[in-house]
């Protein structure tokens, strides 16, 4: 028996349970992991995020399999992946168990040597079917199970921010309700001063080069053809193994107007399989996020049918902030569906881990599913 990391928002914790508790669902890129790596009487830990507490526990009672239903009666999820369950606990928002409460925190193996709140601490529980360490299962079954119980129960109140995370609001358009997010505060502002102080710090720079680089690096190693744009190339290229760097494209083979593959060209690094795009990537670490999702969006604006996968790559501290701009009404009322539907967030910490496998060769880019998160999962 193993345990595994199953994520819920507010929402779809609702859904599930409304819909009789017995079957949860994950994306199609999660297919090879939930296929490969889980099995029947194995444990789903169950973790709702926005407020960041544990909410159940699922025996899991058959093998992934496609869907042939929508699940939770919405014809349009993007939960694909289904496994048939069997609920050990289940908790309602207001009782379940925050995640940095100190037991909590103080008992967990991936947490209890970290202080506690730390920027980027979230990345910790950013990946449904993840799996945990054994004595992190064993302490937290048991300890939601004692939570259902009246005798036992602690009462763990929501903070106006729970409250407020708690909220999930919707815009009706003509192909049905979408999610928006509409971050408060003067966010923006921070983030341009912040990046015009940190362009100017070499380190900071540099760190961006590096992990363009080390994105670029992947893709050539997974046989991918590589572009990068003509005022970052000699510097990544001197970040990079010589065995890779011919796969560095000149000039794009692409077919588009010319607005179009002049946006293209701007993009941090994408990877291409003969004259398609693959997946294209914006590195945001010295500029506000803005920037690259302006481009993701101005990309699918300018052409609503293209097929390619876009990933916002930050540091884990910007993760969240990445996660509730993605979701901003601009973003999420293009043409073609929201824009959180089509473009995930790469963590710093998630490329390094895939660029040292030592396999990579072997490796086709459905690898990425296991490391990327979405927005409308949170």
């Known amino acids: ?61 058959s093998h992934a399999h496609e869907g042939d239903t929508p699940i939770w009666g919405d014809p349009n999820s993007p939960f694909v992946v289904h496994f048939k369950v069997e609920p050990i606990v289940l908790l309602e928002p207001e009782s379940s168990i925050p995640v940095q409460d100190d037991e909590i925190w103080n008992t967990l193996s991936i947490t209890k040597e970290k202080e506690k709140g730390y920027k980027g601490w979230g990345m910790l529980f950013g990946n449904s079917l993840r799996k945990l360490p054994d004595s992190d299962g064993d302490f937290l079954v048991p300890r939601l199970q004692r939570q259902e119980q009246d005798k036992s129960r602690i009462d763990y109140p929501f903070t106006d921010a729970d409250r407020q995370h708690l909220q999930s609001l919707k815009v009706r358009t003509e192909s049905g309700e979408v999610s928006v997010e509409v971050p408060v505060g003067d966010e923006d502002n921070g983030d341009a001063g912040e990046a015009i102080v940190k362009a100017a710090v070499s380190p900071e720079v540099r760190k961006s080069i590096r992990m363009q680089a080390k994105i670029a690096e992947i893709g050539a190693k997974m046989d991918f053809r590589i572009w990068v744009p003509r005022s970052d190339r000699d510097r990544v290229l001197a970040e990079i193994e010589d065995s890779v760097k011919l796969r560095f494209l000149e000039n794009l083979p692409l077919n588009y107007d010319d607005t179009t593959i002049q946006t ?40 609503p049918n293209m097929d390619i996968r876009l990933h916002i790559v930050a540091p884990d501290e910007r993760r969240e902030k990445v996660l509730r701009e ?53």
């Open 264 to 303: 293209i060209e701007q993009i941090d690094v994408i990877w291409l399989k003969g004259r398609s795009m693959a997946r294209a990537f914006e590195v945001e670490h010295t500029t506000a996020i803005y920037s690259g999702l302006l481009r993701m969006a101005d990309l699918l604006a300018l052409q």
């Open 326 to 378: 993605i979701k901003r009404p601009v973003f999420s009322l293009l043409e073609r569906g929201p824009l959180y539907e089509n473009c995930s967030f790469l963590s710093y910490d998630a490329l390094e881990e895939l660029g040292n496998k030592p396999d990579l060769e072997h490796m086709n880019d459905s690898i990425i599913g296991e490391y990327e998160e979405y927005a409308e999962d949170y």
């Open 1 to 61: 028996m193993a345990y595994f990391l199953n994520l819920f928002t507010p929402e779809t914790w609702s859904a599930f349970q409304d819909h009789g508790a017995s079957v949860s669902g994950f994306r199609k890129s999660q297919r090879r992991r939930a296929h490969e790596h889980i099995k029947p009487g194995d444990i789903f830990v169950c973790y709702l995020v926005r407020v960041s507490r544990w909410c159940g526990a699922l025996r899991i009672a």
